[in-house]
């Protein structure tokens, strides 16, 4: 694999809104306190993300609105190693209709200029803008919008190591 960077949203993605039930990994919802509030994830997601995480010349971000807070706080409450992932910052950006997630996603990809990249958010379902962006760079990015109540499934995960 050559140069790819992964970029990783928390809310609805490693932590979905309002899980219940059981898992798309077939588990219970597993429960933390992430120091601020609690959080509700999958442990077969975690555990599949930090397999994923090892794989050569594969770069992972934080693109989310926790910020610093993902690997401050998330990261040591889920047992995700992304400690040491950048951030992506919203501070300048954003503001009447553009999201601060895309301009931070576009100023990183000009600046690392990956081979590959692949945006995971649930969010992106519903960002116009962001999928006519992606449009453009065709089979270069792959985007994945998880459902939020559901976070993000093993069929998207596989989807994510068939385009690596």
């Known amino acids: 694999m050559r140069n790819v960077s992964l970029y990783l949203d928390v809310d609805g993605v490693i932590c979905p809104f309002g899980a219940t039930g059981t898992t798309d990994w077939g588990s219970l919802w597993q429960i933390s306190d992430a120091g601020l509030l609690e959080v509700t994830y999958a442990r077969e997601l975690v555990d599949s993300l930090n397999i994923l995480t090892r794989t050569p010349g594969l770069r992972c971000v934080w693109l989310t609105s926790w910020e610093d807070m993902a690997p401050e706080y998330l990261c040591p409450a889920i047992g995700l190693a992304g400690e040491e992932w950048p951030v992506l910052s919203s501070d300048g ?3 009447g209709d553009n999201w601060w997630k895309l301009q931070a996603l576009q100023q ?5 200029a990956p081979d590959r990249a692949v945006w995971i958010d649930d969010q992106l379902e519903f960002e116009a803008a962001a999928r006519a962006w992606a449009s453009i760079l065709g089979a ?4 994945i919008s ?3 109540r559901r ?3 093993r069929a998207e995960l596989d989807a994510v190591r068939a385009f690596l």
Request: aromatic content about 0%; hydrophobic content about 40%; proline content about 11%.
């Open 93 to 95: 950006l954003g503001g």
């Open 108 to 112: 990183d990809i000009e600046a690392s």
């Open 151 to 153: 976070g993000l499934s």
């Open 140 to 143: 270069r990015l792959l985007l």
């Open 146 to 148: 998880p459902h939020p």
